[in-house]
């Protein structure tokens, strides 16, 4: 098992484009998490999978945001008609169903929008 | 409402100092988590405790220590003799167990530099 696996590192944009990350957890979490930093910032939360089900959705989450769990497994997270205020660090993580013992966070994506 | 406040931005530190990095929350629930994370330049956030609602008791670890006060709603980090690998951010967080979501909410993070 190599934790959390985010993809890509780093991406640059230019504003009005769509961008999509992937987020593979481990293997036997049910739980998956997408969370934003911005700079400075801690981070906040975004959404939140249990399974394949996406369970809460912050209100951070705007119509341009859209994020998937097919067969439970890995996430995409998809931002459409990027705008220069998403660029952040997006962070996913991952943890065992029914425990809070703290997540497994991967290294995240940093996305710039130009 | 929830809320979490690490009150210092930056400290910064000599090498094998001692340090406290603070962390204050605000919550109306009776049963919840609090957390702990180190953010080194690398990004990835690293956990470094979990400390429920019912569980007073002062941890330590190696150089790690934590002080959790329910009375003045303080979960306080101390590293003894810094090193500069513990150069970093750190991030508190605090999480409900009501929503089932175990959602975190992050402190906006203490950066320390620990000079050599």
């Known amino acids: 098992d190599t934790g959390v696996s985010q993809d890509p590192r780093h991406k640059i944009t230019k504003r009005g484009q769509n961008v999509t990350f992937r987020c593979d957890p481990i293997s036997e979490h049910n739980r998956l998490y997408w969370y934003r930093q911005t700079l400075g910032q801690g981070p906040e939360f975004l959404t939140y999978f249990q399974n394949e089900a996406q369970l809460e959705k912050s209100r951070l989450l705007s119509d341009r945001f859209s994020a998937e769990r097919p067969k439970g497994s890995f996430s995409t997270l998809e931002i459409q008609r990027t705008e220069q205020g998403d660029s952040a660090m997006y962070l996913c993580?991952?943890?065992?169903?029914?425990?809070?013992?703290?997540?497994?966070f991967g290294s995240g994506t940093r996305l710039t929008v130009v | 409402a929830q809320k979490v406040t690490q009150a210092q931005t930056e400290i910064s530190v000599v090498e094998k100092e001692d340090v406290t990095l603070d962390c204050v929350y605000e919550?109306?629930?009776?049963?919840?988590?609090l957390f702990w994370y180190k953010q080194p330049p690398s990004g990835e956030l690293v956990f470094l405790i979990r400390r429920n609602s019912f569980d007073e008791q002062n941890e330590i670890s190696g150089r790690y220590s934590w002080n959790f006060q329910k009375s003045t709603s303080s979960f306080n980090f101390t590293i003894t003799a810094s090193q500069v690998v513990d150069s970093a951010v750190y991030f508190c967080?605090?999480?409900?167990?009501?929503?089932?979501?175990?959602?975190?909410?992050f402190g906006t993070g203490t950066r320390l530099k620990v000079l050599a």
């Open positions: 919550t109306r629930d009776t049963t919840y988590y």
């Open positions: 993580a991952s943890s065992d169903t029914g425990h809070n013992y703290g997540y497994t």
């Open positions: 967080a605090l999480s409900s167990v009501y929503s089932g979501t175990y959602k975190y909410i």
